[in-house]
């Protein structure tokens, strides 16, 4: 199968692609744009594999994805280029909607025209958009997000999402275009960007900086390794329904205080210091909408898709804090594009 990636040197995409060109085989190309939060070093396992190639490029710019589509001739796309970390959504919101809203829209127009021009193609085709639990909004302390909970997004980072995904179901409906929607919980792993709870958690930890821990702590996520995400997105591409939607997580519910708490306890096991870490917590001003809980309930994958989350949250957390610690050659350069300053205040006022 051939299949374009657009986004794969970020988090999730770094790790899709080194599942589907490495332990996949898929003939794949790679279509990013390198924003801050971006590294080429994520992609070291494949970059030299026969069946891998990159791109640099814009999902908003038109010619240079129809360009993409023209050269590779992809069988399937999986959509990942996003922004987004909500507090710099909140700083900024321009962004989210050039990239998460006019993106989707480029992205759609130009795999409509693609397929418009193969109709024989459509019946193998894919188009799989990924998207956030996050659009649905804060639950209570019970209940879980599925494929059928209400959009009630909060920040302007998963209200773009939500624009994304209302756009794809539009072009599936209107078009006829082979889409699939993918709302996950929250991803954790290797090679995440450490402006993110738990690897900036890790990185102040080792250098005995401050841990912030937004309001009480007590805000709830539920938590997804990467690489059960990306073994998902596989099961998607091969055996997901068109004009689906299918809710990813980890069934590993956890407070912010909780996680951090738990990644002081394995960074004094495996590097003591001179105090416990969880005396560097300080818990901070809240950011604005922050929700309080999300939660989600996987079983249509589980039970469509055979797939399941293989990494418990205890272990991966573990080998996640194992990792940074052993790979100072790939997040110390990252550290000068964010060396950890808060972000993510209200704004006042009127528009930037």
């Known amino acids: 199968m051939r299949v374009l990636v657009t986004g794969g040197a970020g988090f999730i995409g770094s790790a899709v692609c080194r599942q589907l060109a490495g332990e996949a085989g898929y003939e794949l190309l790679n279509f990013d744009k390198l924003t801050y939060a971006a590294s080429l070093e994520s992609l070291a396992p494949v970059r030299s594999l026969p069946n891998y190639r990159f791109v640099r490029g814009d999902v908003a710019d038109a010619a240079a994805l129809a ?14 280029a ?16 050039e990239t998460n809203v006019l ?11 693609y397929l418009h021009a193969r109709p024989g193609l459509a019946p ?10 996050e659009v649905f909004g804060s639950l209570g302390a019970t209940g879980r997000f599925d494929e059928g909970s209400p959009y009630r997004p909060s920040s302007p980072y998963s209200a773009s999402k939500a624009a994304g995904d209302h756009l794809v179901r539009a072009w599936a409906q209107t078009y006829g275009l082979p889409a699939i929607v993918v709302n996950c919980s929250n991803n954790y792993g290797p090679y995440q960007f450490p402006e993110k709870l738990i690897p900036l958690t890790i990185l102040n930890g080792l250098e005995g900086l401050e841990l912030p821990v937004y309001g ?137």
């Open 67 to 80: 360009a993409a589509f023209e050269a590779f001739e992809p069988q399937s796309v999986l959509h990942l």
């Open 82 to 97: 996003a922004e987004t970390h909500v507090d710099r959504s909140i700083d900024g919101a321009r962004p989210f909607i």
């Open 103 to 113: 993106g989707v829209f480029t992205l759609l127009e130009t795999a409509s025209a």
């Open 124 to 133: 193998e085709f894919r188009l799989v958009h990924l998207s956030t639990d």
């Open 216 to 352: 009480q702590g007590s805000n709830v996520r539920d938590w997804l390794h990467v690489e059960d995400h990306a073994r998902a997105l596989q099961a998607v591409l091969e055996r997901g329904r068109v004009g689906e939607t299918y809710a990813l997580g980890g069934d590993s519910e956890r407070s912010n205080l909780e996680v951090v708490e738990a990644v002081c306890a394995l960074l004094d096991a495996a590097a003591p210091a001179d105090q416990p870490r969880r005396r560097l917590i300080r818990l901070v001003e809240d950011r604005p909408a922050h929700d309080q809980r999300y939660a989600v309930d996987a079983a249509k994958a589980m039970r469509e898709l055979g797939w399941r989350p293989q990494i418990p949250f205890e272990a991966g957390l573990e080998r996640t804090v194992h990792w940074y610690r052993g790979r100072q050659d790939w997040w110390r350069p990252l550290r000068q594009r964010y060396a950890g300053e808060r972000l993510g205040r209200a704004r006042t006022g009127a528009a930037p």
